[in-house]
C-alpha cells in the first residue's frame, strides 16, 4: 500500500523575472514500512522534494497523495491537520528547544492535538517518558540539550517525532552534524523504528548511511533511479 504517491510534479520557484525549475515532472511512490534514501547533488531538488512530501509546500502542477488524501489543493489549515496526524521530522540541526529538558522536548508536539485525539498532561508525559525509553534516553529524561552529545540529541528529536504515532518520518540529513560512531548508532535507531513498522524517508549525503534502505537518485528535477 502507497503512503507517499507523486505524479508528474512540478515545482517552479519565480526568481526575479526568471522562472526556476527545481522539479520537474518527477514521480515517487514509497510504500508502507518501506525505509527510502533520497540521494543526489547540491541544487537538484531533495529539499523541494522533502518539502512537497513534508507538507510544508504544494506542487506547481502534478497530484501528490499523502496517507491516500490528495494533499496538492489542501488549504493551509487541512495541511497543518495532515501533518501532525501523519508525519514526524528529523533535522540535521535537531531543532530542539534549548530550554526544555528531553521529556519536555518530546512531550510539546502532543499539546497540539485536537478532538479525540487530546490527551490530558500526565497522559502526555506518560507517552513521553515512554518514547525517550524507546531511543535509550530514560536516563537523561531531566537533562536540557545543551548538556548531551550530538547523537544523543538526535535520539531525543528521533523520540520527539515519534509521539504522535506518525505513518511516516521524514529525516532531512539526520547524521549530517554527527560523526561516525554517532552516525552509526542513529542509522541503527532508525532502522529499529523502521522495523516497528513506520515508514522511514531520509536524505542523505553518506552512502554509507543508504546500506539497506531503498536508494533514489535525484538529479536536476527528476528521479534518476
Ligand atoms: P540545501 O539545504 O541548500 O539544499 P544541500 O541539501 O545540498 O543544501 O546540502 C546540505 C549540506 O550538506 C550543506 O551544508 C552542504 O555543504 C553539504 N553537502 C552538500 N553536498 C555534499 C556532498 N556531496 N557531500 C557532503 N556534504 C555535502
Ligand atoms: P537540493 O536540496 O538538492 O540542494 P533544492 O530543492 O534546494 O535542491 O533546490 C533545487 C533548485 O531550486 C535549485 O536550483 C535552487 O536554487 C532552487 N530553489 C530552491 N528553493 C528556492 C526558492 N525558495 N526560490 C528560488 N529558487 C529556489
Request: overall charge neutral; charged content about 25%; glycine content about 8%.
Given at each position: ?186 542509522i541503527e535507531l532508525l532502522h529499529q ?33
Amino acid at each position: 500500500k502507497s503512503l507517499v504517491k507523486g505524479e508528474k510534479l512540478w515545482k517552479t520557484y519565480n526568481l526575479d523575472s526568471t522562472e526556476v525549475h527545481a522539479l520537474k515532472g518527477l514521480d515517487i511512490t514509497v510504500d508502507e514500512s518501506e525505509f527510502v534514501s533520497i540521494m543526489g547533488p547540491s541544487g537538484s531538488g531533495k529539499s523541494t522534494l522533502l518539502n512537497l512530501i513534508g507538507g510544508l509546500d504544494t506542487p506547481t502542477r502534478g497530484d501528490l497523495y499523502i496517507g491516500g488524501r490528495n494533499v496538492s489543493s489542501m488549504k493551509d489549515s487541512e495541511l497543518t491537520k495532515m501533518r501532525a496526524e501523519n508525519i514526524g521530522y528529523i533535522f540535521q540541526t535537531f531543532n530542539l528547544l534549548p530550554a526544555l529538558t528531553a521529556r519536555d522536548n518530546v512531550e510539546f508536539p502532543m499539546r497540539n492535538l485536537s478532538g479525540n485525539k487530546k490527551l490530558d498532561k500526565s497522559s502526555r508525559i506518560k507517552r513521553a517518558e515512554e518514547c525517550v525509553e524507546i531511543v535509550g534516553l530514560g536516563h537523561r529524561m531531566n537533562y536540557i540539550p545543551s548538556k548531551l552529545s550530538g547523537g544523543e540529541r538526535q535520539r531525543v528529536a528521533i523520540a520527539r517525532s515519534l509521539v504522535n504515532h506518525p505513518k511516516f518520518i521524514l529525516a532531512d540529513e539526520p547524521t549530517g552534524n554527527l560523526d561516525s560512531d554517532a552516525t552509526g548508532n542513529i542509522i541503527e535507531l532508525l532502522h529499529q523504528v523502521n522495523d516497528e513498522g513506520t515508514t522511514v524517508i531520509m536524505v542523505t549525503h553518506d552512502v554509507e548511511t543508504t546500506k539497506d534502505t531503498r536508494v533514489m537518485r535525484i538529479k536536476d528535477g527528476l528521479i534518476e533511479s
